[in-house]
């Protein structure tokens, strides 16, 4: 399909009113540089509703008080705001049941828990931890850590030139030693939609566990821990509209229930005395000190309102923003796409010719073009392409058509400045 044609196809969703949306966000109504806002760095974080922004809001000036340990008024509100929230990320990935639902700083913060609390107990010298080359330095860094803790040894699944995972060997990966498999849902430096079910499946009957980190995924697709059979996910509320500095950790419950703690304090208890403390239930057991509250109180604000969108209708949307910008881009003479695989969320990497992405991110900006240059946290993935960085761009459903122009007319006020 020619980019004419690609222009000319109408987003099938009638009743998706983006101008309708773009006024529930605020911030992306102001101008940059003398020039209108095109905020297009949506997998570093994304921008907040005002529904998201309210809910928080109302918090503080209500029922702003610690959780689970009052008997006024304030903290029995503050509890039902809190655990409500967990309900709602409950539904949100159809886990089972809330107690399989801890709150944590984020996806990072997740996988460092699953890290230290299920998996290095249970390793030694000689087993392995299985991750892919396309992940996000929070899923390498931690496995690595708990590698050099007890002599495990870190292998990877390979990737192709499309940005896509080489499964040709997958099966004999995951063997006796194997003791977990921690794969990406989405890449966050390519937008490349992993087969996760599948892999799931093939570590399943093998018995290994899995733990999927969907920091990426969540923004752009429905997620159903139980279909997928996985058992660990991990999020961040930051990328799908919610506060900075809350995610969530989804596990089985009987996992959860025979980890032990992965930090003491308050709240984690039932009681505590010099000669022995006994641990709180789940999930408690694992959120220690005074949680993030107003946090939860937004991200459960954040899923209402994706989901009164309809998941599988921004996501349409999303692909609809891919499809126009990738053959847009493809287009301009001197354009790299780094990142061409079939099954893709909305991130678009490329790089553009003589022209480093830090310089691309800088003139973009100029232009009030928000894009992400750098290495994305994925540097063994530079390293396969022999890139030291990328410029990104990725969307999310509040951005626009005429946004992907905006991005386009950079990208050729860039190349000008450097022909």
Not at 133 to 145: K, R
Not at 167 to 195: C, M, Q, W, Y
Request: proline content about 4%.
């Amino acid at each position: 399909m020619t980019q004419t044609e690609l222009k000319a196809v109408p987003f099938p969703e009638t009743d998706f009113d983006v101008e309708a949306i773009r006024r529930d966000f605020p911030i992306l109504n102001q101008d940059i540089n003398g020039n209108p806002l095109a905020y297009l760095d949506n997998a570093a974080s994304s921008q907040k509703p005002v529904q998201v922004i309210e809910a928080v809001d109302a918090y503080y000036r209500l029922d702003n008080a610690n959780v689970h340990r009052g008997v006024h008024k304030l903290s029995q509100r503050a509890t039902d705001a809190y655990e409500g929230a967990r309900d709602k990320v409950r539904g949100f990935l159809n886990a089972k049941s809330d107690k399989e639902i801890v709150f944590v700083r984020g996806a990072t913060e997740a996988i460092n828990l699953v890290a230290q609390s299920f998996v290095r107990p249970q390793i030694k010298s000689g087993d392995e931890i299985l991750i892919s080359h396309i992940e996000h330095h929070a899923n390498i860094v931690p496995w690595q850590m708990v590698c050099e803790q007890t002599g495990a040894k870190l292998k990877v699944i390979p990737m192709t030139e499309s940005g896509e995972l080489d499964l040709s060997d997958f099966d004999s990966l995951l063997n006796e030693r194997t003791k977990i498999l921690a794969i990406g849902h989405v890449s966050n430096a390519l937008g490349t939609i992993n087969p996760i079910k599948a892999m799931i499946g093939q570590a399943k009957a093998k018995s290994i566990p899995v733990l999927v980190d969907g920091a990426q995924a969540v923004p752009h697709i429905a997620v159903d821990v139980q279909d997928l059979d996985c058992d660990f996910y991990v999020f961040s509320g930051h990328k799908m509209f919610a506060p900075t500095g809350i995610g969530a950790l989804y596990g089985k419950q009987a996992l959860l229930e025979a980890m032990p703690p992965w930090q003491g304090g308050g709240d984690m208890i039932l009681s505590v005395s010099f000669s022995h403390t006994e641990y709180n239930t789940l999930p408690y057991k694992f959120e220690a000190g005074t949680p993030h509250i107003a946090g939860a109180v937004g991200l459960g604000a954040a899923i209402d309102y994706m989901q009164a969108i309809g998941i599988d209708k921004l996501a349409a949307y999303e692909h609809h923003l891919l499809e126009v910008a990738t053959a847009k881009l493809e287009a301009i003479d001197g354009i790299r796409i780094i990142g061409t695989a079939k099954n893709k969320a909305s991130v678009l990497s490329f790089m553009i010719e003589d022209v480093h992405p830090h310089d691309v991110g800088t003139i973009f900006d100029q232009q009030g073009v928000a894009i992400r240059a750098g290495h994305h946290c994925a540097q063994p993935v530079m390293e396969f392409y022999g890139i030291a960085a990328t410029a990104r761009a990725s969307f999310a459903f509040y951005n626009t058509e005429q946004e992907i122009d905006a991005l386009v007319n950079a990208i050729k006020t860039t190349q000008e400045l450097f022909a």
